[in-house]
C-alpha cells in the first residue's frame, strides 16, 4: 500500500489518527522513561556512596592529624625500658634499670622501626619538691627518623636551666619563679593544665640537666614514644617485635589511656560513618525498589490502557465507514487492500508515535533525573534494547489493537451493507 495513500487517510481522518498518535507517544514515553528514572536513581546512588566514603576518609585524616597534635596532651602511649626493669617499681617508684643515651638514636635511625614515632629518651628519678614526692623527668629532643621524614615534631623542647611542671607540681608557682632541685636551681618555664595522670606530678627537665644533678651521663631508663599504623588490636605486639629487632635487651609497654585515644577515635567515627553508609544505601535501595514497582505496574498498564484506546477507535473508525468500506468492496478492492488499509495506517502510527515517545521518554527523564537526582544526563544510559523495544513494539502493539476491527471490515457482506443502505 503506497505511502501517499496511508498519509491522505491519516489526513481525512485526522482526530482519530491524532488520538492514536498521542497514546502511542504515551505508552512509548513512559517505557523509555521508567527504565531511564531507574538508570539515573541508581547513578545518584552510586555517587552519593562514593561521596560519602570519600568524606568518611577526609573526616579519618582530619581525626588522624588532630590527635596527633594532641597526643602530647595526652602523654605519650609507648613505653620502653630495660626488660630487667620491674615494672612494679617503675609504675609506683618511677625506679627503672638504666640504658645507654645512644639507643634512642639506634631505634629512630633503624629503617626498620615503622610502628613508632615521636621517639624521645628520658631518665626518670623520684625526687622530693616541697616536701612532697614528685617523679623528676629529664627529656631529650625528638630523635629524627630519616625514614619519616613527613613527621612534624610534637615533642616539646625544654631548655637547659629551665622546667616544665605537672599541674600538681607547680601549685602555686607561676612562669618565671625560681624551684631548686638537688641542689640546682631551675626557672619554671611552664605549668601544665591538669591532666589526672601521673603527669600531673611531674617536674620535666632537659634530659642533660637531669643526667647531670642524677649523677648519670649518657644514662636513661625509659623511651617514650606513640604508636602510628598498627594493622591489628595487638599494637603493642607488633611495636615489640619491631623494637626487639634492633634492641633485644628491651621490654615495651603501651599506655593504655594513651593509646586507645587514636583508635578508639577513629573506629567511633568509623563505626558513625559505616552505619550511616549502611542506612543510606538501604534507603537508597528501598527507594530503587519501589520506583523499580512502579514503573513496573505502571508502563504495562499505560500499554494496555493505549492497546485498549487503539482498538476503540479502530472499531469506532470501521462502523462509522460501513457503507465506504462496502462501496470499496462493490468497486474491486479486495479484503487484503481493506486490511492494509486500516493495519498499514496503524503501522505508521506506532513508527511515528515510537519514535516520538522514546526520543520524549529518555529527553525527559534525563532531564528529570539532572534535576531531582543531580546527575548528569550524559552519565544516565538508556538500555539500548529499551530504546529498539519503544520503536519497534509501538507499531506491533498499534496492529494488534487493529486486527479486529480489521477482521470485522474485510468480513463484512457489501451486498448486506449496501442493501441496508
Partial sequence: MALKLLLSEIRYRLGGSLLALLAIVVAAGLFVAGPTL??????????????????????????????????????????????????????????????????VERLAGSPKITKIAHISGTLLHPI??????????????????????????????????????????????????????????FRVAKVLDKRDTHDDLMVAVNLKDAQAILGKPGKINAILAISCRCTTDDRIGEIAEQVAEVLPDVHVTESGTAAGVRSAQRAV?????????????????????????????????????????IGVLAWTNVAARRVEIGLLRALGKGSAWIAGLFLGKAVLLGILGGAIGATIGLWG?????????????????T???????????????????????????????????LREE
Fill in 38 to 103: 531507574l538508570a539515573g536513581y541508581a547513578e545518584q546512588t552510586r555517587v552519593e556512596l562514593a561521596a560519602h566514603e570519600k568524606a568518611t576518609k577526609a573526616e579519618l585524616a582530619r581525626l588522624d592529624d588532630e590527635t596527633r597534635k594532641i597526643m602530647l596532651r595526652l602523654s605519650f602511649n609507648v613505653r620502653i625500658v630495660h626488660r630487667d626493669t620491674d615494672v612494679t617499681s617503675l609504675l609506683a617508684d618511677y625506679a627503672a634499670v638504666e640504658m645507654p643515651e645512644d639507643y
Fill in 128 to 185: 622530693a619538691l616541697d616536701n612532697r614526692k614528685r617523679m623528676l623527668i629529664g627529656f631529650s629532643p625528638e630523635a629524627e627518623q630519616p625514614h619519616e621524614a613527613d613527621k612534624k615534631p610534637i615533642v616539646f623542647e625544654i631548655d637547659a636551666g629551665t622546667a616544665i611542671l605537672g599541674h600538681e607540681a607547680g601549685r602555686g608557682r607561676n612562669v618565671g619563679d625560681e624551684i631548686d632541685l638537688l641542689g640546682k636551681k
Fill in 269 to 309: 567515627v568509623k563505626k558513625t560513618r559505616d552505619q550511616e553508609t549502611a542506612r543510606l544505601a538501604a534507603a537508597r535501595e528501598q527507594g530503587e525498589r519501589s520506583l523499580a514497582k512502579l514503573v513496573g505496574t505502571v508502563t504495562p498498564l499505560v500499554v494496555l490502557v493505549t492497546a485498549i484506546w
Fill in 365 to 381: 527523564a534525563e532531564a528529570w533525573a539532572a534535576t531531582n537526582y543531580g546527575v548528569a544526563g550524559d552519565t544516565v544510559e
Fill in 383 to 417: 538500555p539500548a534494547t529499551v530504546l529498539v523495544a519503544a520503536v519497534a513494539g509501538a507499531p506491533l502493539v498499534a496492529a494488534l489493537a487493529t486486527y479486529l476491527p480489521t477482521l470485522a471490515a474485510v468480513m463484512q457482506d457489501p451486498a448486506v451493507v
